[in-house]
Structure formats: C-alpha cells, structure tokens
C-alpha cells in the first residue's frame, strides 16, 4: 500500500491490528485477511465456555507428553489435536507452552515440557508440526520467562543475556526451526519492558537472528500502550474490541508516533497466516482410533520411579486393595482458562481396574479426603430448582436497578456445573462493560437437595462478587470478593472460597440457592460453588484394614483439578497430609505396596523409600483410567523418563520459589543453572534425578560409538546398541550429555557440569536381535552465547560426551576436542 493519503484506507488497514472480539479478528477480503479464529490449548480444542458444555477430547498435559521423551508420541498427539481444531473451524491453536519449569512451585508447570531447554524445544516442534500438517497454526507461547504465575502480569524478569539465550528462549528458538506460524508475548516484564513491546525480542531476536516470518499476538488483555508494540513487532493485540491498537494505530500513524510500514507489515503477516490456515480440512478420526492415541500417549507417559521386588506389573492371582481419593476423583488436567469437560464415556482408575481386575480387586477405601477448593455438588445428585428432572442447577439472570431493585429473571439456564464463567456479557444482562460501577446484576444457581443421610453438610462457594448461600429461603452465609481489574481471569480460579457448614436431615429436600451480586466494568464474571458431607473420622483406618488383607495395596495420592491455576504459584510441594499419613499407614502393613501419584509437577516423596513401586502418572488426560489399568497389570509398560528433577527437600532445588521482590523485580541469578544443571553443578544427590524411569524389559546396553556423520550434515553420531536378552522387549530412551573439561577435569564455574544435546526413544525387540541407535550432534551443542558479539560461538576445548540412561546413569563417556570453529580438530578417544 503506497497512498495512505486516504483516511478510509489508513483505518481499514490499522483496524486489523486487533481483534474482533474475544476469539476472532476482523477480516479485510482485498488485503487477504481472513476473519481468524483463536482457540486455548494446549490440552484439547476449548470451546471457550469453560463448563459442562465444553467437552472436547483432552490430551495429557505438556509435563506428560514431556516425560514420554518421544517426538513421535507428541507429534501423534498434536496432529489429533490439529484435526480436533479443524473440525471446529478454528484457525490458531493457543500452544504448546514452551516456558520451563525453572521453580517447581511454579502453577502452571503441568503446561511445560520440563526443566530442560533441549528437551522443550524438541517435544515442542514435534506438537507443532502435528497440529500445522492438519493446517491449523500452533501459536508458541508465552515468550518469554512467563515461567511462573504470581504477579504475571507485572513482574520484570531480571536476566542476562547469555542465560535468556541458551535457556528460555532455546525453545521458541526451536519452534522457529519447525516453521511454527505464530507466536504469543508474554504478560511479564523483561530486563524493563513488556514482551509485548519489547523490540529486541519481537524484531531483533525474532525476525533478524532467527528469521521468522510469523504473526505475533499479545496475551489476552496483555498490551499496555500503543506506540510500543506497534514499533517493536506486535502484530495482534487480542482480544476484541481494540483497546491499544485497531483505531489507535492509525491515529498514531497520522500523529507521526508510528511508521505505516510496522503497521504494513503486521497486516502482511496476517494476511500470510490467513493463506497458511486457509487450505485445511475438517477430517477428524473415528472415535476410537483418537482414543487410542490418548491412550497409548498416557501410558507412555507414566514414570515408574522403583519398582522394588518386581511390584509391577501385578501378578495374575493378586488380590488387590484400591486406596486413596485420587482412584476414583483422579486429576485429569488443570484448572486455568483451557479446561475441557470430558465426555460421558470417560473412565476413572477405579472403574478401569474394576473392568480389568474383575474379582481380584478386593476392596476400594478413600482412605483420605479429595480436598478441592470447592466440591462438586453433582455425586449428592441435586435437582434443577425449575427443572427437576435434571440433574443439576436452575441458572437465572437479573439486573439490578439504582434504587436496589431486582428484576424478574431475563435469562434461565439449566447447567450441570457448579463452575460459572462469562466473558464480556451475561445471558439477559448484557455487555459487562456497559454496567454501572455499583450492584448492577445478579446471578442465583439453584437447586433441590435431598440427602442420604443425617449430618453436616459443607458448603463451598467463591466469586468475583458478592456471594450469598440460600438454604430454603433463608440466608445461611455469605462470601465471595470484588473481581480484580488486573487480573480477573487469575481471580476467578483463586480468590477466596467461604465454607458454610449445614445440619441436613435424611430425605428431606430442601432448596439450595447460590446467589452472586455484581458490578459492572470488569472482564469477566464468575461464581463458583459446591459442597460435601463431613468427612467421615474412621477413613483411614478402614483402608488401613482393606490393606493389610491384600496381596498388593494400590495408593492412589495426589492433586485435585484446580491444584494448577493461572496468576498463582504453589505455596508447597507436599501431598495434603492426610494422604502422606495415610502412605505411611499403608506402607506399613503392606511390604507390596505400589503408590500412583497422579500429580503433574514435582512433589515431595518422603515415603518413598518405603513403598515397594512408585508410579508417576501427571495430568494424564481422559484416558487416564483405561491407560492406567493396562500399565499396572502388564499389558502394556510404564515409557516415560523424568523430564524434572525431584529434589530430597525442597530447599535442594535452585529456585524452590518465585515470588517477585516489593518492586516488582524477578531476578534469575542462577544463570543457566536451572533443573539438573543446578543439581550437577553443586553434586547434590536428587531423590530421583531428570531422565530417571524405570521399564519392565531388561535392555541390555552393548557398544557405544562415536564417528563422523557420513551424510555431513552433523557435526558427529553417537549412540549405543540395544537387545533384550533372552527377555521382552521394551522402551529404552537413549540420553546424550556434553560436558566441557577444564585443565582439572572439572566444569567452569557458572556453567552446566553438563548439559543435554541428543536423545532417541526407541522401541527394543524381544531376544538377542541388536539395535543400533544413531543420534546427532551438532555444532551448535558446542557453544555458548556470547554477549559481546551476541551472537553464537564454538566453546573450544576438551569435551566429554557421555551416553547415559539418565542425567546420573552414565553408560560410556567419550573425550573429544572441538576446535574454534565448532568441528572435532582430533578424532574422540574413548
């Protein structure tokens, strides 16, 4: 566009800077835009509702699809969740999450694939090239260091440039390299400046070093000015309608604040994604062909930890007790802004092993309460208030007049969820930013409850309102808060829960109401309420006794689904007391007991040197349950490899927290020291160390071998030779780790004792056949970033390259050198 004299032309062409609405951006046909529809990942397609009405299939989170080590797994999964999306006309894929998990108490590390910026960086351009191959773009959030939650929207990380390079922006790095088509700027702060607007990111490091052609978009609500993001590379401000850009860059076109040509050229970019999503096709797979994908994805996910006495799988005549809250209330996923509500045909663990184990199961205890912030109320079987055919919650919606006033109902639902969130308008009530800034609406969810039997009942409820409980009329407390203008989306998941305890009595209904006053100008609106009898005293004893009577007691520990939230960190790395006694309990009376910690992040294990195995399943997706009985009774095996560090204590990992400082400030003074390089650097012995996970074969590792690359397209090959002996085959994941040696043999101080560069997953057949593994090293596994230069440059010097089983289990060690320019000057001697 050569004349932009034409004020029509400038505001159709800066109008594309933002988005239409919450989803979507506006569309220009003669410029080739077309209207672009943005969904969340990265678990499964979101439909945006975030309640019952959302079902979607839903993958393992980024931790297990990490922990599987396998490109191939997750590039399977992407390319379901590629097919998922096109069949819902949706144009942009809002993942894979390719922050590192750099404390272990950071809220959202069941998005991350790991510690590691190798590992990332691989796993996550395998899940983009399987969600683009169906023409559907995978956008590479949140760049960059947007790797914990507390104060996300204002923190300033504090970094130095040879650490930004070779750690957190290694995996976005890598995503350039697979041609992912689009990017998301963080909330936070870098070194002073928002990534939204910051230039050496979105220009230098994006466009210049990497040469990357594709669309940046802000996080949601993430810009902050106008002139900033447009001059440093912004292309999109989400969502719609347009509150920094759209209107307001062309004005800063005509106040001479802003070149027509960045605004040029994020049309373009929109207009090149616009052709690259416009050629898919919507041909989702049958049903059971995409579960079994999820399924074979879960299982080789799983890390079995130790596995003393051959406690797994389980014998075919064992009689077995089935323990703990997360066996039958199990964790699928986490609880931020791209849940999705599982299909009917979903089963738990409990209702998989029952299939599976028939008359060997034993007994089913809790043994220890689910401890949710806010129970669901559906297990008590509450009856729609105007519908009571229905299971769950008569939703009616009114306005709140000056005088105080409240309307008949404008709207009415019928919902079976007690989590109730809206974006932007209300059902009857209308645009949330058109309410005045007193009580202006009201929401009541109700509902007919009869109950089973005599007690006390609690109730839980929280809001970004004012919340008050009914029970048949008659106000039995109150609660809730005002929504947060920063941070309404964090606030909805986390603000305070009041609990209400009731005298109910045995078959007697009585009406439930949930009532939430609001006020206008906010974001969003939500009320979220639920409920539960009294614990019972005698839980643990009785899985105490089922225990001690069977010949393998399965724990079932672990987190609930709104354990991981958006805009909060964790404040522990503990299990809830109760299920860590109840461990202890069962560990006691039962010498074969296997625990399934059903927890996508690192937590603390002081009970496990005395549990016969250990099995970590994350947040595993809706598989979980089929995947799981199938791992436990040896159909199929346990494939994954720590993709993070579990420390001893807490206090042994290098960031055990993230809060920022009283000004703001994030500082990463670890430098490049993050995850096991933290723990290889101060020779401190983890509880169980990154790559660490333990198969049923028996791989026998034979000869390693290091040569030059015949094809020249690699620096070297290293690898080793696998069989199976007499035995079964099985997974084996081959890891490659570079070193660099001083004059002492040591590492340079500030710098990774070692550091990965390579690792295959393969599959080993059963007896003595031999398989050869072949893995690339490159010159670039050889380097450090220089400041100075800020580009690039060989670390010359001695190097041991060493093949191992994980970050501790190092099979043969190669010594090489590699010269100034990045290639071995001497051939490597073993």
């Avoid at 090149?272 to 059971?288: M, N």
């Avoid at 007391?577 to 992040?601: G, H």
């Amino acid at each position: 566009m050569n004349d932009l004299d034409d004020l029509n032309d400038l505001n159709s062409l800066a109008r594309l800077t933002a988005g239409a609405d919450m989803r979507t951006t506006h569309s220009d046909p003669e410029r080739q835009v077309r209207a672009l529809r943005l969904v969340d990942g990265p678990m499964g397609v979101t439909g945006g509702l975030l309640d019952e009405r959302d079902v979607s299939l839903l993958a393992p989170c980024g931790a297990a699809l990490a922990a599987t080590w396998n490109p191939g797994t997750v590039r399977a999964v992407g390319e379901l969740l590629g097919e998922q999306a096109a069949a819902r006309d949706v144009d942009v894929l809002l993942g894979p999450n390719l922050n590192l998990s750099r404390s272990p108490a950071g809220g959202r590390n069941f998005e991350h694939f790991g510690e590691d910026p190798y590992l990332a960086g691989t796993l996550g351009a395998a899940w983009i090239t399987g969600v683009q191959s169906k023409g559907v773009a995978a956008c590479a959030k949140h760049l960059v260091c947007n790797d914990t939650e507390t104060g996300r929207h204002g923190y300033d990380v504090r970094i130095d440039e040879q650490t930004l390079h070779e750690v957190y922006l290694a995996p976005f790095a890598a995503a350039a390299r697979a041609g992912v088509w689009a990017m998301m700027a963080a909330y936070n702060k870098v070194n002073g400046r928002h990534c939204a607007e910051h230039p050496d990111l979105l220009t230098r490091v994006l466009r210049e070093q990497w040469g990357w052609d594709g669309v940046v978009t802000s996080d949601w609500f993430g810009t902050h000015s106008t002139v900033g993001p447009l001059t440093a590379g912004l292309d999109l401000e989400m969502p719609g309608p347009a509150r920094h850009l759209g209107p307001a860059a062309a004005t800063a076109v005509r106040a001479g604040d802003v070149s027509v040509t960045a605004v040029e050229h994020a049309v373009e970019r929109l207009a090149l994604l616009s052709r690259r999503t416009s050629g898919r096709l919507p041909r989702p797979r049958p049903a059971a062909e995409a579960r079994r994908v999820l399924h074979g994805a879960a299982a080789d996910s799983f890390v079995l930890l130790k596995n003393d006495r051959s406690a797994l799988p389980l014998a075919d005549d064992a009689s077995v007790a089935v323990i703990g809250p997360n066996a039958d209330e199990p964790a699928y996923q986490g609880g931020t802004f791209a849940r999705i509500a599982l299909g009917p045909e979903v089963r738990t663990p409990l209702a998989a092993l029952r299939d599976t184990l028939g008359h060997r199961l034993a007994a089913h205890e809790p043994g220890a309460p689910s401890e949710p912030r806010v129970p669901s109320l559906l297990p008590l079987g509450p009856r729609a208030a105007d519908a009571p055919d229905h299971l769950g919650f008569t939703v009616t919606y009114h306005r709140i007049s000056t005088d105080g006033a409240v309307s008949e109902p404008l709207a009415t639902d019928t919902r079976a969820t007690g989590l109730l969130v809206w974006f932007t308008e209300l059902p009857g009530i209308g645009a949330l930013a058109g309410l005045p800034a007193a009580p202006a609406g009201l929401v009541r969810a109700s509902c007919l409850l009869t109950p089973d039997s005599d007690g006390t009942y609690d109730f839980h409820f929280a809001g970004t309102g004012d919340v008050r409980l009914f029970i048949d009329g008659a106000e039995a407390g109150r609660g809730g808060s005002r929504a947060r203008p920063a941070d309404v989306m964090g606030a909805l998941l986390h603000g305070d829960v009041t609990r209400i305890p009731v005298e109910l009595a045995a078959g007697r209904q009585v009406r439930v109401d949930f009532e939430m006053r609001f006020t206008g100008g906010g974001r969003a609106q939500g009320m979220q309420f639920g409920g539960r009898p009294t614990v019972p005293a005698d839980l643990a004893e009785r899985a105490v006794r089922a225990a001690r009577t069977a010949d393998t007691a399965i724990v079932f520990a672990g987190v609930t689904q709104d354990s991981s939230l958006e805009s909060q960190d964790r404040d522990s790395l503990a299990l809830p007391t109760a299920q860590t006694d109840l461990i202890e309990r069962v560990c006691a009376v039962n010498p074969r007991t296997v625990v399934v910690v059903n927890a996508p992040f690192a937590v603390d294990m002081p009970w496990a040197d005395r549990a016969a195995a250990v099995l970590l399943t994350w947040f595993p997706g809706q598989e979980y349950g089929p995947a799981l009985a199938d791992v436990l009774t040896g159909v199929l095996e346990p494939g994954g490899r720590l993709p993070v560090t579990l420390a001893r204590k807490d206090s042994d990992h290098a960031v055990p927290s993230a809060d920022p400082t009283g000004d703001g400030g994030l500082a990463y003074t670890e430098g490049v020291l993050v995850g096991h390089r933290h723990f290889d650097a101060l020779r401190t012995t983890p509880r169980f160390c990154f790559g660490h996970g333990l198969g049923y074969a028996d791989i026998r590792w034979r000869a390693a071998h290091l040569h030059a690359d015949p094809t020249g397209r690699h620096l070297a090959l290293a690898g080793v030779t696998l069989d199976s002996g007499a035995g079964q085959g099985g997974k084996e994941v081959v890891q490659v780790y570079a070193a660099p040696l001083t004059e002492t043999g040591t590492g340079e101080p500030g710098r990774p004792e070692q550091h990965l560069v390579g690792f295959a997953a393969v599959q080993v057949g059963p007896g003595p056949a031999k398989l050869r593994v072949d893995i690339p090293l490159n010159a670039r596994d050889f380097s450090v970033w220089d400041p100075r230069t800020r580009g690039w440059r060989p670390r010359a010097g001695r190097w041991e390259i060493r093949l191992a089983r994980s970050s501790r289990e190092v099979f043969h060690r190669f010594r090489v050198y590699v010269d100034r320019t990045g290639t071995f000057r001497a051939g490597p001697t073993g």
